[in-house]
């Protein structure tokens, strides 16, 4: 089984977009949640996570842009990008934290340039 993210796409500095995650993991609600990003030549790091009842923590580089937020009778996740600079390009990622290796999926690319 793997997590799917979508919603990703290219935009322009100062832009926002929406990702959305599908867990299809067991006890959804129990499970601390995030999303991970990998930028060119960079390893994958985790941007934002949160807990079962919501609550949420963020890294420094995100904090103030970026606020996630998850559905638990949905078992959806999702990550509300504002602000967004060419430095949020990457591919993103949904995922447990900490993370499960076989729920990595595919991704999806956003791109942030004019």
């Known amino acids: 089984v793997q997590l799917q993210a979508s919603g990703g796409g290219l935009v322009q500095p100062g832009g926002s977009l929406r990702l959305s995650c599908i867990a299809s993991?067991?006890?959804?609600?129990?499970?601390?949640m995030g999303w991970f990003r990998q930028g060119p030549g960079n390893q994958r790091v985790l941007v934002a996570s949160?807990?079962?009842?919501?609550?949420?923590i963020y890294a420094d580089s995100v904090k103030g842009r970026f606020t996630i937020s998850r559905d638990n009778a949905k078992n959806m996740m999702y990550l509300q990008m504002n602000s967004l600079k060419p430095e949020d390009t990457a591919v993103y990622y949904c995922?447990?934290?900490?993370?499960?290796?076989?729920?990595w999926g595919q991704g999806t690319q956003v791109t942030v340039s004019s």
């Open positions: 995922n447990t934290v900490p993370q499960t290796d076989w729920y």
């Open positions: 949160i807990t079962g009842d919501s609550n949420a």
């Open positions: 993991v067991r006890r959804f609600s129990f499970n601390v």
